[in-house]
């Protein structure tokens, strides 16, 4: 059983960056295709990228597409999400995930393991 919590979530002022981590224990990431999500009050939640596992190749949503960069460490067991030119309607709780053998662009139903999440808000 593989447990993922997810920090360095806060608020941000619009224009500035965070970047999240997402720290796994329980089994190692090597197999894993990472994803991060987000989820608004009152909205679904959308993927916002999605890292494979191997080659290391990368998915990011129409959304939010130049604006994100995701990378993960398998030595450290840990997944990491760059935001840069934060705006307000990037405010939610920001979630990772993972799916053994996964593909991309890591489907939120298909996941198997998720955190819990960490509130990004962007707000002057």
């Known amino acids: 059983q593989m447990q993922l919590v997810e920090s360095g979530g806060g608020l941000v002022q619009p224009g500035g960056s965070l970047t999240l981590s997402c720290a796994a224990s329980g089994e190692t990431l090597d197999n894993y295709a990472i994803g991060w999500y987000r989820q608004a009050p009152g909205q679904e939640r959308e993927g916002v990228s999605c890292?494979?596992?191997?080659?290391?190749?990368?998915w990011y949503g129409d959304s939010v597409k130049g604006r994100l960069t995701i990378s993960r460490d398998d030595a450290r067991n840990t997944a990491y999400l760059q935001i840069n030119r934060l705006k307000p309607e990037d405010t939610a709780v920001y979630y990772c995930?993972?799916?053994?053998?996964?593909?991309?662009?890591?489907?939120?139903?298909?996941?198997?393991?998720w955190g819990k999440g960490t509130l990004v808000t962007v707000s002057s």
């Open positions: 890292i494979m596992y191997g080659d290391h190749s990368t």
């Open positions: 995930a993972v799916v053994k053998y996964g593909l991309l662009p890591c489907v939120v139903d298909g996941m198997d393991y």
